[in-house]
């Protein structure tokens, strides 16, 4: 998959580089990604990328020109590394929630190169959204300092979903969301917390150290499907259940119901 990045500030996608898993895709070749400065594309002496506001009011807006410039460049370069279509994406909160679904149909197009544009200051002049961007993406609601954050969650979330970057190969698939489910609790040693000053006892639930991986297995979706209807119903109301899931759900809601009595 090939990103290109168009910001001000290019060493923050060290974060994504130099870092844990998706480090070790970008030196596999999973990833490939690029960094264009829309300040290498001014033409005036003083480097300018932003100005004032037209109609007044604080702050200041990003350049049309030296973005356009940096597009284009990398669009080029894109297309001379054998993409066909470079989808260009503007990370904004008036954008599309980014969200399991639009993760999977990114990684669905691998073929595709994506142009991530990371704005800063006030935003960016509205005639190169309108005649550059073909989509707008949010990571949620709220406002940032700057695109960069959320172009990083956008290819940290879809790099992870490329073949062959998750060690283990089925863990991507049972990823929180891939379910559509929230993930069961995890525990590991000590199986007891004794004369610790930073823990209470408090046991690991018995069936985890018990060797069945049958009941295991059901254990975790149950809670699962139990955490998901305590923390996020809407959910459920989007996913059909098994008769199995049904089954499990209904027996943590019992045992819950027991625990409020
Ligand atoms: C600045 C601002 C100041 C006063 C009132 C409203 C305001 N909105 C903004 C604003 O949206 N600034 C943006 C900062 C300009 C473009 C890049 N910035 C950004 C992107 N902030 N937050 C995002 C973002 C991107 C994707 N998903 C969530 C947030």
Same mark, same amino acid.
């Given at each position: ?7 001000? $500030? ?19 070749? &999973? ?31 990003? %350049? ?5 410039? !940096? ?7 894109? !297309?001379?590394?054998? +993409? ?7 990370? &904004?909160?008036?954008?599309?929630? @980014? ?43 709220? /406002? %940032?300092?700057?695109?960069? @954050? !959320? ?5 940290? &979330?879809? /790099?992870?979903?490329?073949?062959? +970057? ?9 990823? &929180? ?20 000053? %930073? ?14 991986? !049958? ?19 809407? %959910? ?11 089954? @499990?759900?209904?027996? $943590? ?9």
């Amino acid at each position: 998959m090939i990103f290109d990045v168009i910001t001000l $500030f290019p060493q923050m996608f060290d974060a994504l580089t130099q870092y844990g898993i998706t480090r070790r895709a970008a030196e596999q070749g &999973s990833f490939v990604l690029h960094t264009w400065n829309p300040r290498d594309f001014t033409t005036d002496n003083y480097r300018t990328i932003d100005d004032r506001p037209y109609g007044g009011g604080p702050g200041m807006v990003m %350049l049309a020109e030296p973005l356009a410039g !940096a597009i284009s460049a990398a669009r080029q370069r894109q !297309a001379a590394s054998g +993409v066909k279509k470079s989808r260009m994406v503007y990370l &904004s909160p008036q954008g599309r929630l @980014l969200t399991h679904a639009v993760v999977k149909e990114l990684v669905a197009q691998p073929e595709e190169g994506l142009i991530l544009l990371a704005g800063r200051y006030e935003g960016v002049d509205e005639r190169l959204i309108r005649q550059y961007v073909d989509e707008e993406i949010s990571i949620g609601d709220y /406002v %940032l300092s700057g695109g960069e @954050l !959320a172009a990083m969650v956008l290819m940290d &979330s879809v /790099v992870r979903q490329l073949p062959g +970057v998750l060690g283990d190969a089925g863990s991507a698939e049972q990823d &929180s969301f891939v379910q559509g489910l929230l993930d069961c609790p995890h525990y590991t040693r000590p199986e007891q917390f004794t004369n610790s000053k %930073l823990f209470n006892a408090e046991a690991v639930p018995p069936v985890l150290l018990s060797g069945n991986h !049958a009941e295991i297995q059901r254990w975790r979706l149950q809670q699962s499907l139990g955490r998901t209807w305590l923390c996020r119903p809407d %959910l459920l109301a989007v996913r059909d259940l098994t008769k199995e899931e049904s089954g @499990l759900l209904a027996a $943590f809601q019992d045992a819950t119901k027991n625990l409020k009595s």
